[in-house]
């Protein structure tokens, strides 16, 4: 498929697809209720309003790490260093707490930001640039970036009293039902969704992802667009580097470890195919959602916590499976409405 | 490909790897050796000086081990005129703890104080090192006796399970009910030992109104134990208590139920340090929660292994040595000091403490 | 503007436009990766050099078997995975396979299996089946290994958990243990290494001097003209899957003996250690280029580098920056590097064009 052909023509074929991502995020969305609903059965306090507050934020900062990956995974690239990136933000917002008790929160959410956007020029500025491929780069920064987060925090721990009771209320505060950091979530989420399908750059992350060559072709900026998903993914680690610390008051050198497997297991486990051209944030957000889930839910379905990591597994293979299946359905269709073309 | 790269790009990559390799260069901190203090103590006179004490914690970046090594073994080896170094991987692995193992062993390390992250894995390596004349000392987490001189014990895990189980029977009362407890690894020595002795404990007719219903795992990580707190509460409706026996867990579960519906409801007790603990206990969150001094630990640690460096003591039974401020112990059975009862902190006494 | 996921064993990232001349990019590729391989071994030979002249105790025999000790593991698993990576495929379950058949090595123990060789027998049997699991999901239902072997790496290390709990196993006989670190008579290398080095060269060999390895790189650089060429692709897959599967098992029973210890968490993050290893290596992500000479070079570099910075005073936290910067480098440096050629190559006008 050409780049013109992921733009303009090829309609049809959009539309089908589109009902197929469709039926692949309704999909996460019944297996998560199917999983709520079990749960609700055998122990009605899952559902109350104290256990939606805990299964939403402990989905909220997956979710963010989520979004920002399936962007730049729709673009056939990944960002392993996401974790690492959370580790640094969370760390540097509570020193700055530290340094600084009166500091506005927004100073400190901008600054989280900022740092995280900083990580992210490193990483695309070395793909875009090198053209080097993106797994390795980022599985390099993921050791430089933790290292230096170890370095400069040493054996130090920020404790929920050296930050203002103003944002730890951020972090376990609630408006209208629902927790104040989710919000974020959502904001993000919207905001990268109508990004992606709405703004004719935002299409053409798909069509890199699609393929490179015939992006490149097409005339399309595939160095300045990959460059730009990398700032946003390192922008939004930082943001959940700062949503972290709200939410958890204790930050040391290891926060956020190892977080890069759980988020794209996410991303996959919401559908969005791991060299690129298709997904949606809502899918990955969905899988975030599913995720956390399970690890709340299989405690209180009395599963041994020694088969959550399997379940997490199974869950992935069945995941990419349900996606291959999708594919090759999709395909079959369309070569039959497409005639002998 | 390459030819349609333009010179700025070239230019900026290569500004990129230089940034990125100027930022690995200058991370490196310089080797933690000291030199000698005057000794404050007047019982370490009999310990040789220039003595290389090495303490090997779990892992480096870990708040418990800054404490006992660096705010304590330092001190202490400072006092007997040694020198102090402090190393260790960065994740909390038996494998990579062997690797610095062998190393503290090739650097003519006198004497190793390390809490052991697996009881068999560090064994052959602190063998090798022995044979090549260290003296090894484990403080926290022990090995297998055989393959150490010492250990040193923050506190029996009799004393322990005993005042854990007492603390949270007082929090919730004589009524008694459903309690959980929240661990640190699954693998983690101490921390099973200190279960199974809770199990004996609660299984006493004293105890027998508290019902132990669950035991997860919160991997000493601050957000799995968050979760795993959070879990516990929504699995067991009826649950009156949780002890922690890890510094991480207890903070973690804490700080979710002060945060929930269920402050004051659910007690809480475990193993925490003060600066963690303070605005749970000034809140109401929890009522008491215990632990030894990690400066202490360490502090007689680096005593324990000068001792055996300077053949005052060689870990056999009924041995005495002098540690400095801490005073006279005794080698009881195995080749273990034991450090004295956890300490129980509560509103009225935690501001005294500041670690 | 959805496309569907790649055909079986289809490209991946960013790969160069097919239809290229791929004998003139393999012949400049060979330049280019025998200079790395070059730049790799004198990258050793300084850091030995140097670290024996500057580092006190690396020039003793002990801290050789040090790090051979260490090396052997990752050295173990690099070697198929260097035939994985250069099809275009990658593995990242290993560590979590050698944790599984850790486990089970010790829950059999356990059981009263006291007989070494079945031990062995089953812990490779077990290890090349979780290998073809990935294998039937990478070649039969044509998933992107990437995403299935992230599955398989938190399944398999869930299953570890699920046989040893939080439990250890470590009451081996002292012969085992001993044995399986036990020098070479003369000198202090364990015997190991060269059970490592046969294994070395059998995968050189099927790689560099057969049919077969030609057509590694052929489905590296390009899966469809592969098949056509008569090469089963599927097939080779399957089976470079199976026998990553089964080294990582042999990295696992070594890893058990030598640790005397099985535990569930055996291994845990080794997928990265060895992926940076076999990249640094000089091996392409996108597959089709990269030598084992290099790969080999890059664990040995590794792990000496590590060691004699250890023994430098140098914290934890620097050598995991200095890692993460080697893998940035040996990825940016060779494109940095052909840059400036073209550049320079432009600039004389005489000097033929690279043809495109």
Same mark, same amino acid.
């Given at each position: 498929?050409?780049?013109?052909?992921?733009?303009?023509?090829?309609?049809?074929?959009?539309?089908?697809?589109?009902?197929?991502?469709?039926?692949?995020?309704?999909?996460?969305?019944?297996?998560?209720?199917?999983?709520?609903?079990?749960?609700?059965?055998?122990?009605?306090?899952?559902?109350?309003?104290?256990?939606?507050?805990?299964?939403?934020?402990?989905?909220?900062?997956?979710?963010?790490?989520?979004?920002?990956?399936?962007?730049?995974?729709?673009?056939?690239?990944?960002?392993?260093?996401?974790?690492?990136?959370?580790?640094?933000?969370?760390?540097?917002?509570?020193?700055?707490?530290?340094?600084?008790?009166?500091?506005?929160?927004?100073?400190?959410?901008?600054?989280?930001?900022?740092?995280?956007?900083?990580?992210?020029?490193?990483?695309?500025?070395?793909?875009?640039?090198?053209?080097?491929?993106?797994?390795?780069?980022?599985?390099?920064?993921?050791?430089?970036?933790?290292?230096?987060?170890?370095?400069?925090?040493?054996?130090?721990?920020?404790?929920?009293?050296?930050?203002?009771?103003?944002?730890?209320?951020?972090?376990?505060?609630?408006?209208?039902?629902?927790?104040?950091?989710?919000?974020? &979530? @959502? #904001? !993000?989420?919207?905001? $990268?969704?109508?990004?992606?399908? *709405?703004?004719?750059? /935002?299409?053409? %992350?798909? =069509?890199?992802?699609?393929?490179?060559?015939?992006?490149?072709?097409?005339?399309?900026?595939?160095?300045?667009?990959?460059?730009?998903?990398?700032?946003?993914?390192?922008?939004?680690?930082?943001?959940?580097?700062?949503?972290?610390?709200?939410?958890?008051?204790?930050?040391?050198?290891?926060?956020?470890?190892?977080?890069?497997?759980?988020?794209?297991? &996410? @991303? #996959? !486990?919401?559908?969005? $195919?791991?060299?690129?051209?298709? *997904?949606?944030?809502? /899918?990955?957000? %969905?899988? =975030?959602?599913?995720?956390?889930?399970?690890?709340?839910?299989?405690?209180?379905?009395?599963?041994?916590?020694?088969?959550?990591?399997?379940?997490?597994?199974?869950?992935?293979?069945?995941?990419?499976?349900?996606?291959?299946?999708?594919?090759?359905?999709?395909?079959?269709?369309?070569?039959?409405?497409?005639?002998?073309? | 490909?390459?030819?349609?790269?333009?010179?700025?790009?070239?230019?900026?990559?290569?500004?990129?790897?230089?940034?990125?390799?100027?930022?690995?260069?200058?991370?490196?901190?310089?080797?933690?050796?000291?030199?000698?203090?005057?000794?404050?103590?007047?019982?370490?006179?009999?310990?040789?000086?220039?003595?290389?004490?090495?303490?090997?914690?779990?892992?480096?970046?870990?708040?418990?081990?800054?404490?006992?090594?660096?705010?304590?073994?330092?001190?202490?080896?400072?006092?007997?005129?040694?020198?102090?170094?402090?190393?260790?991987?960065?994740?909390?692995?038996?494998?990579?703890?062997?690797?610095?193992?062998?190393?503290?062993?090739?650097?003519?390390?006198?004497?190793?104080?390390?809490?052991?992250?697996?009881?068999?894995?560090?064994?052959?390596?602190?063998?090798?090192?022995?044979?090549?004349?260290?003296?090894?000392?484990?403080?926290?987490?022990?090995?297998?006796?055989?393959?150490?001189?010492?250990?040193?014990?923050?506190?029996?895990?009799?004393?322990?399970?005993?005042?854990?189980?007492?603390?949270?029977?007082?929090?919730?009362?004589?009524?008694?009910?459903?309690?959980?407890?929240?661990?640190?690894?699954?693998?983690?020595?101490?921390?099973?030992?200190?279960?199974?002795?809770?199990?004996?404990?609660?299984?006493?007719?004293?105890?027998?109104?508290?019902?132990?219903?669950?035991?997860?795992?919160?991997?000493?990580?601050?957000?799995?134990?968050?979760?795993?707190?959070?879990?516990?509460?929504?699995?067991?409706?009826?649950?009156?208590?949780?002890?922690?026996?890890?510094?991480?867990?207890?903070?973690?579960?804490?700080?979710?139920?002060?945060?929930?519906?269920?402050?004051?409801?659910?007690?809480?007790?475990?193993?925490?340090?003060?600066?963690?603990?303070?605005?749970?206990?000034?809140?109401?969150?929890?009522?008491?929660?215990?632990?030894?001094?990690?400066?202490?630990?360490?502090?007689?640690?680096?005593?324990?292994?000068?001792?055996?460096?300077?053949?005052?003591?060689?870990?056999?039974?009924?041995?005495?040595?002098?540690?400095?401020?801490?005073?006279?112990?005794?080698?009881?059975?195995?080749?273990?000091?034991?450090?004295?009862?956890?300490?129980?902190?509560?509103?009225?006494?935690?501001?005294?403490?500041?670690? | 503007?959805?496309?569907?996921?790649?055909?079986?064993?289809?490209?991946?990232?960013?790969?160069?436009?097919?239809?290229?001349?791929?004998?003139?990019?393999?012949?400049?590729?060979?330049?280019?990766?025998?200079?790395?391989?070059?730049?790799?071994?004198?990258?050793?030979?300084?850091?030995?050099?140097?670290?024996?002249?500057?580092?006190?105790?690396?020039?003793?025999?002990?801290?050789?078997?040090?790090?051979?000790?260490?090396?052997?593991?990752?050295?173990?698993?690099?070697?198929?995975?260097?035939?994985?990576?250069?099809?275009?495929?990658?593995?990242?379950?290993?560590?979590?396979?050698?944790?599984?058949?850790?486990?089970?090595?010790?829950?059999?123990?356990?059981?009263?299996?006291?007989?070494?060789?079945?031990?062995?027998?089953?812990?490779?049997?077990?290890?090349?089946?979780?290998?073809?699991?990935?294998?039937?999901?990478?070649?039969?239902?044509?998933?992107?290994?990437?995403?299935?072997?992230?599955?398989?790496?938190?399944?398999?290390?869930?299953?570890?958990?699920?046989?040893?709990?939080?439990?250890?196993?470590?009451?081996?006989?002292?012969?085992?243990?001993?044995?399986?670190?036990?020098?070479?008579?003369?000198?202090?290398?364990?015997?190991?290494?060269?059970?490592?080095?046969?294994?070395?060269?059998?995968?050189?060999?099927?790689?560099?001097?057969?049919?077969?390895?030609?057509?590694?790189?052929?489905?590296?650089?390009?899966?469809?003209?592969?098949?056509?060429?008569?090469?089963?692709?599927?097939?080779?897959?399957?089976?470079?899957?199976?026998?990553?599967?089964?080294?990582?098992?042999?990295?696992?029973?070594?890893?058990?003996?030598?640790?005397?210890?099985?535990?569930?968490?055996?291994?845990?993050?080794?997928?990265?250690?060895?992926?940076?290893?076999?990249?640094?290596?000089?091996?392409?992500?996108?597959?089709?280029?990269?030598?084992?000479?290099?790969?080999?070079?890059?664990?040995?570099?590794?792990?000496?580098?590590?060691?004699?910075?250890?023994?430098?005073?140098?914290?934890?936290?620097?050598?995991?920056?200095?890692?993460?910067?080697?893998?940035?480098?040996?990825?940016?440096?060779?494109?940095?590097?052909?840059?400036?050629?073209?550049?320079?190559?432009?600039?004389?006008?005489?000097?033929?064009?690279?043809?495109?």
């Amino acid at each position: 498929m050409t780049a013109a052909g992921v733009l303009g023509g090829a309609k049809e074929g959009g539309r089908l697809a589109h009902r197929v991502l469709l039926v692949r995020e309704l999909g996460i969305a019944v297996a998560l209720a199917l999983l709520v609903g079990v749960t609700v059965l055998v122990n009605p306090r899952f559902l109350t309003a104290q256990g939606i507050k805990d299964l939403l934020l402990g989905a909220t900062i997956l979710a963010v790490l989520a979004v920002g990956q399936s962007i730049v995974v729709i673009t056939r690239n990944v960002d392993l260093s996401v974790g690492s990136v959370l580790g640094l933000s969370a760390f540097a917002t509570g020193s700055l707490f530290v340094a600084n008790p009166g500091l506005p929160i927004p100073v400190a959410l901008a600054a989280g930001v900022l740092l995280g956007a900083a990580c992210g020029v490193v990483n695309g500025g070395l793909i875009a640039a090198a053209r080097v491929p993106a797994l390795v780069v980022t599985l390099g920064t993921l050791y430089v970036f933790r290292g230096l987060d170890h370095t400069w925090a040493g054996g130090r721990q920020i404790n929920a009293a050296d930050m203002p009771p103003g944002f730890l209320r951020m972090g376990s505060g609630t408006l209208l039902g629902v927790p104040v950091l989710t919000l974020f &979530a @959502v #904001v !993000v989420l919207v905001a $990268a969704g109508y990004y992606l399908r *709405g703004y004719r750059s /935002g299409r053409e %992350l798909y =069509a890199i992802g699609s393929s490179p060559a015939a992006a490149r072709l097409a005339g399309i900026p595939v160095g300045r667009r990959v460059f730009a998903a990398f700032v946003a993914s390192g922008a939004l680690a930082g943001l959940a580097g700062v949503l972290y610390a709200a939410r958890f008051g204790t930050l040391d050198a290891n926060a956020g470890n190892g977080f890069e497997l759980n988020v794209v297991a &996410a @991303v #996959v !486990v919401g559908g969005v $195919a791991i060299f690129g051209g298709s *997904g949606s944030v809502y /899918g990955a957000a %969905l899988g =975030a959602v599913l995720l956390t889930t399970i690890s709340s839910a299989l405690p209180v379905l009395g599963v041994s916590p020694f088969w959550q990591r399997a379940a997490v597994g199974a869950l992935i293979l069945a995941a990419i499976g349900l996606d291959r299946a999708l594919a090759v359905r999709l395909a079959k269709t369309l070569r039959g409405r497409n005639g002998h073309g | 490909m390459s030819a349609r790269i333009r010179g700025g790009r070239a230019v900026a990559l290569a500004l990129l790897t230089a940034l990125t390799l100027a930022a690995a260069g200058c991370a490196g901190e310089e080797p933690a050796t000291t030199a000698g203090q005057p000794a404050a103590g007047g019982g370490a006179k009999t310990i040789k000086e220039g003595l290389k004490i090495a303490f090997l914690p779990k892992q480096v970046n870990n708040p418990y081990f800054d404490a006992s090594d660096n705010k304590g073994g330092k001190v202490a080896v400072e006092e007997v005129k040694g020198v102090y170094s402090q190393t260790g991987p960065s994740e909390a692995s038996p494998s990579a703890q062997v690797s610095y193992i062998n190393t503290l062993s090739q650097q003519g390390a006198d004497v190793i104080v390390v809490s052991a992250n697996d009881k068999d894995a560090i064994c052959g390596a602190l063998q090798e090192a022995r044979t090549a004349g260290a003296k090894v000392v484990t403080y926290d987490s022990d090995t297998n006796p055989s393959c150490r001189d010492v250990f040193i014990n923050q506190a029996s895990a009799e004393g322990i399970a005993a005042s854990q189980v007492k603390l949270i029977s007082e929090a919730v009362g004589p009524d008694g009910g459903e309690i959980a407890i929240l661990s640190a690894t699954a693998n983690a020595t101490n921390q099973n030992a200190w279960i199974a002795m809770m199990k004996t404990e609660l299984a006493k007719p004293e105890h027998g109104r508290l019902k132990l219903v669950a035991t997860v795992y919160g991997d000493d990580d601050d957000q799995k134990s968050f979760q795993e707190a959070q879990g516990l509460l929504a699995k067991h409706p009826n649950l009156k208590g949780i002890i922690s026996p890890t510094t991480v867990g207890v903070a973690a579960a804490a700080r979710y139920l002060s945060g929930s519906e269920y402050k004051g409801k659910v007690q809480l007790t475990g193993l925490g340090t003060p600066n963690q603990m303070r605005a749970y206990v000034k809140d109401g969150t929890v009522k008491s929660f215990a632990l030894w001094n990690p400066s202490d630990l360490g502090y007689l640690a680096a005593y324990a292994g000068g001792a055996l460096a300077s053949g005052l003591i060689t870990g056999k039974e009924g041995e005495k040595f002098t540690a400095g401020r801490l005073g006279e112990y005794t080698v009881g059975k195995d080749g273990v000091v034991l450090l004295g009862d956890p300490f129980v902190f509560t509103k009225d006494n935690i501001d005294e403490f500041d670690f | 503007m959805a496309e569907p996921t790649p055909a079986p064993g289809g490209g991946r990232a960013g790969r160069a436009p097919a239809g290229r001349g791929t004998a003139g990019r393999t012949a400049r590729w060979r330049g280019v990766a025998g200079s790395w391989d070059a730049a790799l071994l004198v990258a050793l030979a300084l850091v030995v050099v140097a670290g024996a002249l500057a580092v006190e105790g690396v020039a003793s025999p002990r801290f050789w078997r040090f790090v051979t000790l260490e090396v052997i593991p990752i050295a173990l698993i690099a070697l198929p995975m260097t035939l994985v990576i250069i099809t275009g495929e990658i593995d990242l379950s290993v560590a979590s396979i050698l944790g599984l058949t850790c486990t089970v090595m010790g829950q059999l123990w356990l059981w009263g299996i006291s007989s070494l060789p079945v031990l062995i027998a089953v812990a490779l049997l077990l290890g090349a089946l979780l290998g073809a699991v990935n294998g039937v999901f990478v070649t039969a239902f044509g998933l992107p290994s990437l995403a299935v072997t992230i599955g398989t790496l938190a399944l398999y290390r869930g299953l570890a958990y699920v046989v040893l709990g939080d439990r250890a196993v470590a009451d081996y006989p002292p012969g085992w243990t001993t044995g399986a670190i036990a020098a070479i008579p003369g000198l202090t290398i364990p015997w190991m290494i060269i059970v490592v080095a046969v294994l070395a060269v059998v995968f050189g060999l099927l790689l560099h001097a057969t049919p077969i390895g030609r057509g590694l790189y052929a489905m590296g650089n390009n899966a469809e003209a592969a098949r056509f060429t008569g090469i089963h692709v599927a097939r080779a897959k399957f089976w470079l899957f199976v026998a990553t599967g089964a080294m990582s098992a042999l990295a696992g029973v070594f890893w058990t003996l030598r640790y005397a210890s099985a535990r569930a968490d055996n291994g845990n993050g080794l997928e990265l250690a060895v992926v940076a290893a076999v990249l640094l290596g000089g091996v392409s992500i996108f597959g089709g280029r990269g030598r084992l000479v290099g790969v080999i070079a890059a664990v040995v570099l590794l792990g000496i580098l590590r060691n004699v910075l250890q023994l430098a005073y140098v914290p934890a936290n620097t050598l995991t920056i200095i890692t993460g910067s080697l893998l940035i480098v040996s990825v940016v440096g060779p494109n940095v590097a052909a840059m400036l050629r073209d550049r320079l190559r432009r600039r004389r006008p005489a000097a033929p064009l690279p043809q495109e």
